[in-house]
């Protein structure tokens, strides 16, 4: 054996000794007590990375990063797993704190890996994705970052919004710096046994004095109620799933359309049982969301957020093969009525469908936004001022159907108002409009039995003095809606006549 060969190989035991220090992360015994959390147990970092991506996808990033270096064992990777990948052949950035190495503390190594990955995904143009379990900023004189001029993730990843996709994952208790990323992706869902928190419990006791639990200072009953967290996964591998799942909507980035889906179900089709499925007396609730399914492909609709703001439905489905989102309003909660959480829920699920080219379908059925002094108190004009501002404002395709009813602010807010850049508006029959319901009107008023009559006569038949006046593109029986949506889809598709680019705003609303 040559010289130089025996120098190759000194070189090369050195560099795997230091590899298998990192990868062997906080060591057995850590290791053993974190996979036994939990109903059904966790994955570790490394684990949950390899069930996100693609089998043998993962090149990471920053292996040997970690204070006093790799060998010293003492902080291997530095407290987060970091790299790229490919998801359905796609790829992806991807971090994943790792709570058996200091509890994923961030120190000023793994603050500049957070930062990598993130810079990577603007100049890549790729979706990133964090998978959080952590305990924020390292104390000083454990490895932590000491105040000065230091890169700071945060503001890079803030630089995702509406440009790539920025999907987190909450797998443990996530507190502080590490959970500000929350706030500001697209999508976040967590385990039944995660939190999420400013500041854990005993930093809240020492502040405040207050006892509390994680569970009930930011668990999903706290971070789902309050909006933060779009949805709840039984255990890691779900919530992995579930990330997958809704990427497989998106295109890389804003430079790019969302990918086709072909599929036997993606071509033309009556729904003649929509009748069976939307009541025709008006004031009787009906659950939306076999509506949504009967008129989508394969009847697959993958809603978000289902436990917030639930007088409206946002979800994720292919119409012709093509990726949608839908926004209709539920009348089976409070009569589809636009309350503060559901214009919030869906405005920035509109902000971010549109930032990616997802073509929005609105069905509408509501009789306005929430009245009364707590709903005004909560904010319900600001909250339907900025449900109203995202759909207008969008410049993806928008089509649009009234179901049943639409009155007052309501109506602005689901894109029903003629003129306001849809593709395609249509009503079906019996539809009532109106500033509000002929009762509330007469009532406002103070109409006599003969006015009052003549008012709800006007609100039956309102659907065709609008369409003859062109209200509306055209009114539809049920069983054409499907296709009519569908035309116009398609129809839309034709704008894609360049490379798309992001969509001209300043970043998408938390």
């Known amino acids: 054996m040559t010289t130089d060969s025996n120098a190759w190989n000194l070189l090369l035991d050195d560099l795997e000794r230091r590899r298998s220090d990192a990868r062997a992360m906080g060591g057995p015994d850590r290791l053993e007590r974190h996979r036994a959390k939990g109903a059904g147990g966790r994955l570790d970092a490394r684990a949950r990375i390899d069930h996100l991506l693609d089998s043998g996808s993962f090149r990471e990033i920053g292996t040997l990063v970690g204070p006093g270096g790799a060998a010293s064992g003492t902080a291997p990777a530095d407290g987060i797993v970091t790299g790229s990948g490919t998801i359905d052949g ?244 409070r009569a589809g009525t636009i309350d503060v959480a559901a214009a919030d829920k869906a405005a920035h699920f509109i902000q971010v469908t549109d930032s990616f080219h997802l073509p929005l379908v609105f069905l509408t059925d509501n009789p306005g936004v929430l009245a009364g002094t707590a709903s005004e108190r909560a904010g319900i004009l600001r909250a339907g001022a900025r449900m109203f501002a995202a759909q207008t404002q969008a410049r993806t395709i928008k089509v649009q159907a009234t179901l049943r009813k639409a009155y007052g602010f309501g109506s602005l807010a689901m894109s029903m108002v003629s003129f306001d850049g849809q593709t395609i508006s249509v009503a079906l029959p019996g539809v009532t409009l109106g500033a509000m319901g002929a009762r509330g009107a007469g009532d406002a008023v103070g109409a006599d039995e003969e006015t009052a009559e003549a008012i709800a006569d006007a609100e039956a038949t309102a659907v065709y003095r609008s369409a003859s006046r062109l209200g509306f593109d055209e009114v539809v029986a049920p069983g054409e809606l499907r296709d009519v949506l569908l035309d116009a889809i398609r129809r839309g598709l034709s704008r894609r006549q360049q490379a798309p680019e992001p969509v001209a705003r300043t970043a998408i609303a938390p």
């Open 90 to 333: 796609r790829p992806v950035m991807v971090g994943a704190e790792d709570f058996t190495v200091l509890g994923g503390s961030i120190g000023p190594g793994s603050t500049a890996k957070r930062h990598r990955i993130a810079e990577l995904a603007e100049r890549d143009r790729l979706p990133l994705v964090m998978l959080l379990e952590g305990a924020g900023h390292r104390p000083s004189g454990t490895g932590g970052a000491e105040p000065g001029r230091t890169p700071t993730d945060l503001i890079q990843q803030a630089r995702l919004s509406g440009r790539v996709p920025l999907v987190t994952a909450i797998l443990g208790p996530s507190a502080g710096h590490g959970a500000l990323v929350v706030p500001l992706s697209d999508y976040t869902v967590m385990t039944r046994d995660a939190a999420v928190f400013t500041a854990g419990p005993p930093v809240v006791k020492a502040a405040l004095g207050e006892e509390v639990s994680a569970e009930e200072l930011g668990g999903p009953d706290v971070a789902v109620a309050s909006g933060l967290v779009h949805d709840v996964a039984d255990d890691d591998r779900g919530a992995l799933d579930m990330v997958r799942t809704w990427l497989s909507f998106f295109p890389s980035s804003a430079w790019s359309h969302p990918p086709r889906r072909e599929g036997s179900d993606t071509g033309s089709r009556p729904v003649d049982d929509l009748v069976d499925l939307i009541p025709r007396r008006s004031t009787r609730g009906y659950d939306v969301r076999p509506v949504v399914e009967r008129l989508v492909d394969d009847g697959r609709f993958v809603e978000v957020q289902s436990g917030f703001g639930a007088s409206i439905i946002c979800g994720l489905a292919h119409l012709g093969g093509e990726p949608v989102a839908v926004v209709a309003n539920q009348p089976a909660v």
